[in-house]
């Protein structure tokens, strides 16, 4: 169910693709499957807008859309399995999507964050972002990371408060997501601490 945020008519929805096997014995299931995966093709519709198509060799397919439907794969690389999608909506449209993986209460990764063009980047991904921020905090997530491309650098540092992950940082999280240091460590990436020494209390958390 969409979170009212009291302004503008503003909501927010934490969502996750459905297993087809369970939907398949359940048509109450099935039914909110499809509105789920409704809601994420228009997420998918959005960062579409916003990124260039990145086309993963071995299969030929987008790696946005794995993303975004929490594709699983034997590949550790790209297994997507865990994946949950941040939406803010204003008056039922979609306006801005973040998709959100976590990892107990240590870290979260946010690949991919877009808002559609005309609504205005800023304004509305600072309200997906501190909606999500503040779950990841009930949840007792101690900090998030992203990658952020050279254009909007600045931004991410000087408007959001996160900064460069150095080498140390690296070797933490490396541990902890599964990808190589040499991998994580290659891109630019960005962290921003939470809380410290909180206990993750939710089943949002390992991929689950």
């Not at 959100?100 to 600072?126: N, Q, S």
Request: hydrophobic share 40%; glycine share 4%.
């Amino acid at each position: 169910m969409p979170i009212p945020l009291g302004e503008d008519n503003l909501t927010w929805t934490l969502l996750k693709t459905m297993n087809s096997k369970k939907c398949e014995t359940d048509t109450s299931d099935l039914e909110l499957r499809m509105q789920i995966n409704s809601k994420l093709n228009l997420a998918l519709s959005v960062m579409q807008e916003c990124f260039e198509p990145s086309i993963e060799a071995l299969t030929g397919k987008d790696l946005v859309g794995k993303v975004i439907f929490s594709r699983r794969s034997k590949l550790t690389r790209l297994n997507y399995k865990g994946f949950y999608t941040v939406i803010l909506e204003k008056n039922e449209e979609v306006v801005s999507v973040a998709t959100v993986r976590i990892y107990g209460d240590k870290a979260a990764e946010v690949p991919l964050v877009a808002t559609r063009f005309h609504f205005g980047w800023m304004r509305m991904c600072r309200v997906l972002m501190n909606a999500l921020e503040q779950e990841l905090k009930e949840l007792g997530v101690e900090r998030m990371t992203l990658p952020a491309v050279p254009g909007v650098l600045n931004t991410w540092i000087n408007a959001f408060g996160f900064r460069r992950m150095n080498l140390k940082d690296c070797n933490l999280l490396t541990t902890i997501f599964w990808i190589s240091k040499i991998q994580y460590c290659a891109r630019n990436s960005f962290s921003r601490i939470l809380q410290q020494n909180q206990q993750a209390n939710s089943c949002i958390v390992q991929g689950k």
